[in-house]
C-alpha cells in the first residue's frame, strides 16, 4: 500500500499562486507515475499533471504554461506549482500514485483550492 498526503491547498485570488506538496510513504515502488487529478463541484474528476520516475512529464491543456509538476525521488514526493491561477481552477486537487508494473493506483484524500476574488 501507498499511503499519500497533500498539503497546500488554500484561497486565492485570481492571478495568484499556490504550491501543492504531496508525500508518499508505503511501499514506494520505485517505477511509478505520481501527479496531481482535480475534480470541481459536478465535474468529472480530470487530469492536471503527472511526472513519471524518469522525469517525463505530461500536462492537461487548460493548465500549460501556468502550472509546473516536479517530483523529489529521494523524499518519494510531487509537488504542483500553481500560477496565474483562475476561477476555473477550482476544485479538489488530488495527489496520485500508479505503480507501474503492477497497474495499482493510490490517490490521497484531497486538497481544496478555491480561486476568488
Keep these: 500500500q501507498v499511503r499519500l498526503v497533500e498539503s497546500g491547498g ?5 492571478g495568484g499562486s499556490l504550491r ?10 520505485s517505477v511509478n507515475v505520481m501527479g ?6 459536478k465535474k468529472q474528476r480530470e487530469l492536471v ?12 491543456d487548460s493548465v500549460k504554461g501556468r502550472f509546473t509538476v516536479s517530483r523529489d525521488n529521494a523524499k518519494n514526493m ?15 486537487y488530488y495527489c496520485y500514485f500508479l505503480a507501474t508494473d503492477f497497474d495499482a493506483e493510490f490517490w490521497g484524500q484531497g486538497t481544496q483550492v478555491t480561486v476568488s476574488s
Design 78 to 92: 510531487v509537488f504542483l506549482q500553481m500560477n496565474s491561477l483562475k476561477p476555473e481552477d477550482t476544485a479538489v
Design 36 to 41: 496531481w487529478y482535480r475534480q470541481a463541484p
Design 20 to 29: 501543492l506538496s504531496c508525500e508518499a510513504s508505503g511501499r514506494i515502488f
Design 10 to 14: 488554500g484561497l486565492v485570488q485570481p
Design 49 to 60: 499533471a503527472t511526472t513519471t520516475s524518469d522525469g517525463r512529464t505530461n500536462y492537461a
